[in-house]
């Protein structure tokens, strides 16, 4: 095994890298279709935000190509 060569004022420290706890994790219980359902729900009305913010907010965003029309004041006719 690896030894250190340098002096660790904690012994535990020097020790933690081959360390392995024998107790197993419990394993883990799996989503209930309703579950499922609930997640796969709200994924898609993320989704579904994100596509409706984009499909309003790049027409507003975008230039006309066109020029616009505007309207000269009179003052800045220069009568």
């Not at 984009?54 to 009568?79: E, M, N």
């Amino acid at each position: 095994m690896f030894r250190r060569r340098e002096p660790v004022p904690f012994a535990f420290l020097a020790e933690a890298d081959t360390f392995r706890s024998n107790v197993t994790p419990p394993p883990r219980e799996r989503a209930s279709a309703g579950q499922i359902a609930g997640r796969s729900f709200l994924g898609l009305m993320i989704v579904a935000g994100l596509v409706g913010s984009l499909a309003l907010g790049v027409p507003a965003l975008s230039q006309d190509r066109a020029p616009a029309h505007t309207q000269q004041s009179q003052a800045s006719r220069g009568h």
